[in-house]
Each structure stands twice: as C-alpha cells, then as structure tokens.
C-alpha cells in the first residue's frame, strides 16, 4: 500500500484540482450547499450500494465520489469564510480523540459494547447536558434506520429489555393488534398499528444483533433475482407472466430457490 507521503500528496492534489475546477468550470463554480445536496445523497447510496454488494473496485470509486463532496463543502465554506478543510479535519480529529479516552486516556472499554455506552455518555458531555438522548438522529434518516438508531441510543442509557427473549411477547402483542385493526378496515388505525409491528420487528433485530435495514436489503436483492430468473424462463418458453397461473410461476420460483442453495 501507499506511504503516508503518498497518501498526502494524494489529497493535496484532490484540493488543488477542486480549487482549479471552482475557477475555471462553469458547473463546478454556480454550485451552493444547498444545489449539491441531492447529488451527495445520491452518491451515498451509490457507495451503499457498492458495500452492500462487496464490490471493491466500485467501493473505491463511490468512495472517491463522497469524498469530492466533502472537499467541495470545506471549499464552499471557506470561501464564505465560515471554515475550510483543515477546520473539518481538526474539529474530527479532537472529537475522535475526545470520543475514544479508553485510546487516548485512562478508561478501560474491553467490549465493542461498553465503547458505544461510553460513546453516548461522552456525546451527552459534548452537549453540556442541554441536548435530548434522541435529539442526535437526524430527521431525514430512512424511517427503518431512524427507528434502529433510536432504540439503540435508547439502550446505551439503560432504555431496554432486561433479557432480549422478552421481545417476542412485544412482538406477539403489536402483530394481533394489526390484525384486529384490519378487520375493523380502519386504514388509519391500521396504519399506526402496522407501524408498531414494524417497530418492535426491528427492535428484536437489534437485540439478536441482526442490521435490519442490511437484513431487508438481501432480502430484495434476493427477490430481485429470483423474479428476474422467472421472467427470463418465462419469455424463453415463450409465454408472458400475465397468462401464466400461479402454479405455473411458483414451479419456476422454486428452480431459481433450488439454484441458490
């Protein structure tokens, strides 16, 4: 691999190729925080994307991606005089150190647990205490993950089940109430019920430390797959979807299940 010196050479070409680029490119020097929000979304669910499917060499170059976009706020930000690149590495840097005293100082943290519990403890500090537990998930998560990231910082202040088994009654309790709700057909009570299932479905996923949103993704591509392997046999045979029974789609489902195991 690449020396430290390469490494920061690397970098330093990236900030001088940006600095060029806001001079002298007509795209690059109109865009604002607020015009190249979107397109950091979009790169980061490229680079999830990429992770997701262990796809390395894409890895790196979605990585490449985000990082222009991170460069491109630091110089946005200096150009307004508010920061620049080395405010954003050093505020990261302190925070990291800050954040880590069982590396940097004298508290012990043997588990990867007890450094989350100390991490949300530490971040309560950084807050002088003015701060809610929950007040650091961001708004504009995908409500799967915002809903992990709050029973989870709900835990690392004790917030939680004495024993993780306990959560399948909760589970039990929130699926029957869905169901009764769906036989009255009131959609709005459905609705808020179905949203409870959802909830505590996730919650037991975090107690038996199963990533439900990575847990649901394998499960679309794996749909993806075997659907694309029953519309590729169905057009091959000749015939169309729409005219095939059910029986007939489950048969072909099956041969794509079978090929996977």
């Known amino acids: 691999m690449h020396t430290r010196e390469e490494k920061l050479e690397a970098f330093g070409r990236l900030l001088d190729v940006l600095d060029e680029l806001r001079v002298k490119c007509p795209w690059d020097r109109k865009q604002t925080n607020e015009s190249l929000r979107p397109n950091t979304i979009e790169e980061v669910y490229e680079l999830c994307d990429a992770l997701m499917k262990d796809d390395r ?7 490449g991606d985000v990082l222009l976009h991170v460069v491109f706020y630091a110089k ?3 150009e307004t005089g508010d920061f620049d690149i080395k405010d954003v590495c050093d505020k990261l840097c302190d925070k990291l150190i ?4 069982h590396v ?5 943290a043997d588990t990867a647990e007890k450094v989350s519990e100390n991490w949300e403890q530490i971040k309560m ?3 002088d205490g003015n701060k809610s537990v929950l007040s650091g998930v961001p708004d504009a998560l995908p409500s799967l993950i915002k809903a992990y990231r709050i029973q989870d910082k709900a835990r690392n202040v004790g917030f939680d089940w004495e024993e993780r088994s306990q959560v399948w009654e909760k589970v039990k309790e929130e699926i029957a109430e869905f169901e009764s709700e769906v036989e009255t057909m009131d959609k709005e009570k459905a609705e808020a019920e179905f949203g ?5 479905l996730i919650n037991a996923a ?3 430390k199963i990533n439900p949103d990575n847990a649901l993704e394998h499960t679309n591509q794996k749909f993806i797959r075997r659907f694309n392997y029953l519309e590729a046999h169905t057009l091959k045979a000749g015939k169309n979807l729409k005219d095939m029974t059910l029986e007939e789609m489950d048969a072909i489902w099956n041969e794509a299940k079978a090929q996977e195991k």
């Not at 060499?57 to 990585?63: D, G």
């Not at 800050?98 to 005293?101: D, K, Q």
């Not at 940097?104 to 012990?108: A, L, N, R, S, Y």
């Open 98 to 101: 800050f954040r880590h005293p």
């Open 196 to 200: 409870d299932v959802m909830f505590s």
């Open 76 to 78: 946005i930000g200096s």
């Open 57 to 63: 060499k894409n890895i790196c170059k979605e990585l």
């Open 206 to 208: 975090r107690l038996y």
């Open 104 to 108: 940097f100082g004298e508290v012990k």
């Open 125 to 127: 500090k950084e807050k």
